[in-house]
């Protein structure tokens, strides 16, 4: 697994449930400063346009901050002056399991979510199956270095992308998760229907 920053933190021999985990990095992303979250954007933007993987892919999946998440506003906007096709989650009225990823455009409308988080205005035209995006950079609760990821527990993730554990070749799209330095973990108790990470990117400015 790659990252642009890896820091280790320090745990104790007792495990936290997962609930815990997510309760305590929640509280530790949303305790970042403005001044700390918009550095972080900018370091990763810095990082991300410069690496094989903003090059080689053209349909990326992307998502807005929310709940101390890792901006990536900045991305969107940069690559999408650069000619990508962006997407973003949505969720349909229905089915309520599962969301879908819409392509973002030129006067693009927006609307929120029965979460109250902001998503483009539902086209289902414009929305894409999985295996049609070439990127997906997904936002984390927590990481560690084995490709675990925690997230915010819906399993919204997980649905859309299950179909690639049962995939030997042609695994697509690659799942990269974004966080902030503070959400790492020496080890994440994972769950059979955990979809594993192909790297993870992490924004730990100077």
């Known amino acids: ?56 892919h053209q349909r990326i999946a992307m998502y807005l901050a929310n709940d101390g998440e890792l901006n990536l506003q900045p991305t969107i906007d940069y690559a999408l002056a650069c000619g990508k096709k962006v997407y973003l989650p949505v969720l349909n009225t229905w089915p309520q399991t599962q969301m879908a990823f819409q392509q973002v455009v030129a006067n693009q409308v927006w609307e929120k979510n029965r979460f109250n988080i902001v998503q483009p205005k539902i086209n289902r035209d414009l929305q894409v199956k999985p295996w049609a995006l070439d990127l997906v950079l997904l936002p984390l609760v927590g990481f560690d270095r084995t490709g675990g990821r925690l997230g915010m527990g819906g399993g919204f993730y997980d649905r859309h992308f299950a179909y690639l ?42």
């Open 1 to 56: 697994m790659l990252g642009f920053s890896l820091i280790s933190r320090q745990m104790t021999d007792s495990i936290p449930s997962r609930a815990q985990l997510r309760k305590t990095l929640r509280e530790q992303r949303r305790a970042l400063s403005p001044i700390a979250q918009k550095k972080a954007a900018q370091h990763f933007l810095k990082q991300f346009v410069k690496s094989a993987l903003f090059h080689r």
């Open 165 to 206: 554990t049962q995939r030997k070749t042609w695994r697509k799209p690659v799942l990269v998760g974004v966080a902030h330095a503070c959400q790492e973990l020496a080890h994440i108790p994972v769950q059979s229907w955990d979809i594993p990470l192909d790297k993870v990117l992490v924004a730990s400015p100077k």
